[in-house]
């Protein structure tokens, strides 16, 4: 038996092509926690910190996508020499020069592996041509380290801030493993004054990171795998075998599924960088919440919206070129957000929608009457059903499965066994409503249940911690699914 075994552990710690490192796995969590014990003990030691957090960072990336590693450290080699450079220059088209290469840099390793296939695909629809696609593996956490580094050398060209000194300081910013691969996408402004400070973690930062770690594991692990593997998946993968009613609760359920997992991912993200002593803002705060498209994209993926805002909207004029160029610039943005997430015509037609809709709900402020205004109620039920009807075309991998999925839902409501389907799919059904009231309590409570826990005794939040490994454990799918924003 020991000898079988050594070989299996031996293989375990190498990437695997079918079984990527992430969060919700087993080897991540011994990972972490053999990582941890090292970390508690030289934490205050901030040189060899660094350098423990970078190493482990790293490996985690290498565990999640093997030797697409080189890319980050050649991108933070590349950004910290560049940014160095335009910090110094004093001429400024030498630095705006240095500026250009760093985005054609940055952009073009990600257009190259993201866009590709599509632009062929594009080609060969338009001249007929018949070019040969590449099918190359796009690097995981490419979209989301490329984001960071832009933003990076955009601030230190904007005179924002100095850039680091130390090399190693850099790398630990980009490659920071529990933001590296979905983020939530760190400014380095925010982040790097973190990396060498004293650290003092409070019973309150145990507490924080409790509470987002493991309600985060919930989401993913349990709400959202469950209700994709059980509906979702089974409908979006052929939704011509499936009716209406299906459909429609397809629909419901990827709202609730790829809200509950990426940001239960973010919120563990979250949660262990706090027991790490690091501050990340949080990413989602109940978006569903919203009633108004507009407040909607200041909830969801705040992190992304906010990075859009910041370096593509403002710069292209923001609100100060016109109403009309106004509303093109919303709608160049999120055209853009769309296609950041993929090279798919549905998410292009995501970010349309969103776009228009940003407009739209920008116009009807602009006029300044209450002719267009709803209660409340009315405008967060309009607001979300809106975001869910243009779920359908980010959740199907192809425009024809959105346009099945919808042409069943108006078309081809059979409720001759709806009776039978509730039967039968009755705690799935329980599940996606239990996923809409937890996302309906008043975000007051997260904070208020924190202070609770850390006013407790250890043995208190021990049981905490079992109650709810035992809650994970018995409610999980039984295999694990890879998290939906892995693939952007």
């Not at 299996?8 to 695997?16: D, I, K, R």
């Not at 490329?146 to 924002?160: A, C, I, M, P, Q």
Request: aromatic residues 22%; glycine residues 4%; charged residues 15%.
């Amino acid at each position: 038996m020991q000898s079988l075994s050594w070989p299996l552990l031996w293989n375990e710690l190498f990437y695997q092509s079918d079984n990527p490192l992430v969060f919700n796995s087993a080897f991540f969590f011994y990972a972490f926690t053999l990582f941890f014990f090292i970390y508690a003990w030289l934490y205050q030691k901030i040189t060899l910190r660094i350098i423990l957090v970078s190493f482990f960072s790293l490996y985690f990336f290498y565990k999640a996508c093997g030797q697409y590693v080189v890319f980050i450290l050649l991108a933070a080699v590349v950004d910290y020499q560049l940014s160095h450079w335009i910090h110094r220059w004093q001429v400024q088209w030498k630095r705006k020069a240095l500026l250009i290469v760093s985005i054609l840099l940055n952009l073009g390793l990600l257009v190259y592996f993201k866009y590709t296939d599509f632009f062929i695909e594009i080609w060969n629809d338009w001249k007929g041509d018949s070019l040969q696609y590449l099918h190359l593996i796009l690097p995981v956490g490419i979209s989301f380290y490329t984001f960071e580094n832009l933003s990076y050398t955009l601030d230190v060209y904007r005179r924002h801030f100095k850039p680091v000194d130390r090399f190693i300081d850099y790398l630990f910013f980009l490659s920071y493993f529990p933001k590296l691969m979905m983020g939530p996408i760190v400014r380095a402004a925010d982040f790097i004054p973190q990396i060498r400070q004293k650290i003092t973690l409070t019973q309150e930062d145990v507490a924080f990171g409790l509470f987002y770690v493991f309600t985060g594991c919930f989401k993913k692990m349990v709400i959202s795998d469950l209700i994709y593997t059980n509906i979702v998946e089974v409908v979006f993968d052929d939704p011509t075998r499936y009716n209406g009613l299906y459909a429609l609760t397809a629909v419901y359920g990827y709202a609730m599924v790829i809200y509950c997992d990426f940001s239960g991912y973010s919120d563990m993200a979250i949660g262990i960088a706090r027991w790490m002593g690091f501050k990340i803002e949080v990413n989602f705060l109940a978006p569903y919440q919203s009633a108004s498209i507009t407040e909607f994209w200041r909830r969801w993926h705040i992190s992304l919206s906010s990075w859009l805002r910041d370096y593509l909207y403002i710069p292209l004029g923001g609100n100060r070129k016109g109403i009309v160029r106004t509303y093109m610039h919303l709608f160049i943005t999120m055209l853009l957000g769309g296609l950041w997430h993929g090279a798919n015509w549905t998410f292009v037609i995501w970010g349309a929608l969103h776009g228009i809709a940003l407009a739209a709900d920008k116009w009807r402020l602009s006029l300044k009457t209450t002719f267009f205004t709803l209660p409340k109620w009315a405008s967060i039920l309009l607001t979300f059903h809106f975001v869910v009807f243009c779920w359908v075309f980010f959740g199907p991998d192809s425009f024809e499965k959105s346009y099945i999925v919808l042409h069943q839902i108006f078309f081809n409501m059979d409720l001759t066994y709806a009776m039978e389907f509730i039967a039968h799919y009755q705690w799935i059904l329980d599940l996606i409503l239990l996923a809409m009231l937890l996302h309906w309590l008043p975000l007051r409570w997260n904070d208020i249940i924190i202070q609770k826990m850390a006013q407790q005794k250890a043995w208190v939040l021990w049981l905490y911690v079992v109650a709810m490994l035992i809650a994970i454990a018995w409610g999980k799918a039984d295999v694990p699914v890879t998290p939906i924003y892995l693939q952007f």
